[in-house]
């Protein structure tokens, strides 16, 4: 018989069936289970077998946020939540939880953590669970010589992410123990990947003294103009505050390496694979150039009014996941509030928002545009904020690695949609032409 809401002795509704999960969220069943593979709702299966069952809380909950942008229906012969071959549209991870207007990293909100404590001390405590303060990474020399020998050959134009991919991949040259996947040796390898890829990269200003933090050392690298104590400070807090974003697209492609037992240098690559998109680390590159536009014109009108005469977005605005302003943009804004060199760039954001809400008022800054602001204002390439997000993120990676690496292997095995010719079709013909 299908699962029924009920009364339990206490007084609380007891868990609810598909049809009535569906009723009071207002979609299909298929939208509902749909909801399941996102990872917004849980269901268990019914007594018996037959069906699924709802926490009533939880449906509420999902009501009054309102519905969810629509996403593809499951196929129908699809079990919901995940099945016997592995994950279907769903992943449980305990590093990250986006809510409407913020986020946390493991229950502690994440801005009140890049707030007080550093990139290095975050992705330690991220890791481990235990929060060390003056946490330093130091790179192993062996992969660091590697890795920097392999930047050095590429071609003198390259970016700063073509030499972070090519130093992941020849730092793990030199790691014969790579495949052992325990967590202290994974541990290990994180600890000197991180700053093998920063030292990796070519000086463009002063060198640091050694042992300085890692936000130093990758200025250094970013650009020639000095580094004070403010602006390390905002580099600082975007590298803790994009360690995680949940399942963004480049940390399931780190996950789905990790479920396959690769190891954490190709686990990273993975993800920087991913990354290297417009629409995921490139787009501060967009807004980079967008704001240098609108400082050669004078104001943000013509700039934003070429984009929507282009039917192109707007870079560094708008978020899917927030109801308003993305927080790691608010609080990058409000430390380049106190840096006197950024005050121009930041203005011409400010003016970007305040032009495109004229018309679009749904869209608010993300972390994009306050990348783009530190990257103009000190004179760096448009590729920084890129390569500070792949830094930052490499942390993050490595936590969902070492979360994939206790689950049972293989297990990220989508269910195909087959879309082809039936079988049955003859042997093809060879091409006559």
Known sequence: MPATDTDTDDGTEARIGTREAARRLGVKPATLYAYVSRGLLDSRRAPGGRGSTFDPDQVAALARRGRPAAQPDPAPDAEPGGGPDGVWGRLRTGITLIEPDRYSFRGVDAVALAGAYDYEEVAEWLWTGALRPGTRFTAAPAPLAAARAASAALPEASGPMDRLRVAVTAAASTDPLRFDLSGPAVLGTARSLIP???????????????????????????????ADTAALRVLDTALTLLIDHDLAASTVAARVAASARAHPYAVVSAGLGALDGHLHGQASALVHRM??????????????????????????????????????????????????????????????????????????????????????????????????????????????????????????RLVGAYTGPRPGRPLPAPDQG
């Not at 093998?196 to 970013?222: F, M, N």
């Not at 104001?299 to 109801?323: F, M």
């Open 291 to 412: 704001l240098a536009d609108v400082a050669a014109q004078g104001g943000a009108g013509p700039v934003v009014a070429e984009y929507l005469r282009a039917g192109q977005r707007v870079p560094g605005l708008g978020h899917r996941l927030y109801r308003g302003e993305d927080p790691r943009a608010g609080a990058l804004f409000a430390l380049l509030d106190g840096v006197p060199a950024a005050a121009d760039a930041l203005a011409a954001a400010r003016d970007v928002v305040a032009t495109t809400a004229a018309r679009h008022g749904d869209l608010h800054a993300n972390v994009d545009l306050a990348l783009g602001v530190l990257s103009v204002s000190h004179g760096m390439p448009p590729q920084a904020g890129e390569a500070v997000f792949s830094v930052a993120r490499t942390a993050g990676w490595i936590a969902h690695a070492l979360e994939e690496y206790g689950e049972p292997p293989l297990r990220m």
């Open 196 to 226: 093998t890829l920063v030292d990796a990269l070519p000086p463009v200003g002063e060198r640091p003294e050694e042992h300085a933090p890692l936000a130093r050392r990758l200025w250094s690298k970013l650009t020639a103009a000095p």
